[in-house]
């Protein structure tokens, strides 16, 4: 089955800096690949999204990158804020229907002001 | 995007008291809900996948006849942790899937359910 492995597990940066987070699966039928913002106490909130069809997506200050050849992807956040801090999740799965997601271990950010 | 909501928010019980949770998609058809456990400081583990009018689909490792799914509508699916007991204090999640459209691979999440076990 699919693996996706994410880093780093934490990652602290100043406001206004830029922040990356990397991850890698090894399902090469995959072929949607969402990231997910989960502050504390609260359940995962989609912020953006790509499909193997397309090897970049930007929304404002969050972009992600892919790589299929390698099969990792990358979510970027630009002009970081204190409000971005929060625990972010990549995922993997073959789409549509009932296939299932698998969430990489997840990244802890720290925007500091 | 979706909005799924998931009642309670959090719940405190004694051991062996069946808790009941339920998650519903508010403006669109889910033919298909999962349901995910997270403890602290984790990721998020999925442990079955409900669908709509049939049997749910449980992950290796959990238990159908402790964790009761039941999806009897295409906006409701429900979570009943039975007999409850301490290990099964953890964080539930559902998400839902828009049966509609050309991206119905989206995933959108309930707000979680804190369940503690006395």
């Known amino acids: 089955g699919e693996n996706v492995e994410q880093h780093p597990s934490t990652l602290s940066v100043q406001e206004g800096d830029s922040a990356v987070i990397k991850c890698t699966y090894s399902?090469?039928?995959?072929?949607?690949f969402p990231w997910y913002k989960q502050e504390l106490g609260k359940g995962p909130q989609l912020i953006i999204d790509?499909?193997?069809?397309?090897g970049e997506k930007k929304d404002q200050r969050i972009a992600v990158t892919l790589n299929k050849t390698a099969k990792h992807f990358s979510l970027h956040i630009t002009e970081t804020q204190p409000e971005d801090s929060a625990v972010y999740f990549c995922?993997?799965?073959?789409?549509?229907?009932?296939?299932?997601?698998?969430f990489g271990t997840g990244t802890r950010l720290l925007v500091s002001p | 995007g979706a909005v799924v909501s998931q009642h309670p928010s959090w719940v405190i019980c004694k051991s062996g008291t069946s808790v009941k949770i339920e998650c519903r998609s508010l403006?669109?058809?889910?033919?298909?809900m999962f349901w995910y456990r997270q403890f602290p400081k984790q990721s998020l583990m999925l442990m079955a996948t409900?669908?709509?009018?049939?049997?749910?689909?449980?992950e290796q490792g959990v238990e159908k006849d402790k964790f009761l799914i039941n999806h009897a509508s295409l906006t409701l699916s429900t979570l009943t942790v039975t007999s409850a007991h301490p290990e099964d204090s953890s964080f539930y999640i559902c998400?839902?899937?828009?049966?509609?459209?050309?991206?119905?691979?989206?995933?959108?999440f309930g707000s979680g359910t804190q369940l503690s076990v006395l």
């Open positions: 403006d669109f058809q889910a033919t298909t």
């Open positions: 790509i499909r193997s069809n397309v």
């Open positions: 399902d090469s039928a995959s072929n949607y």
């Open positions: 409900s669908n709509e009018g049939s049997k749910a689909t449980y």
């Open positions: 998400s839902a899937r828009d049966a509609r459209g050309q991206s119905n691979e989206k995933l959108f």
């Open positions: 995922a993997a799965s073959r789409g549509t229907g009932f296939q299932k997601l698998v």
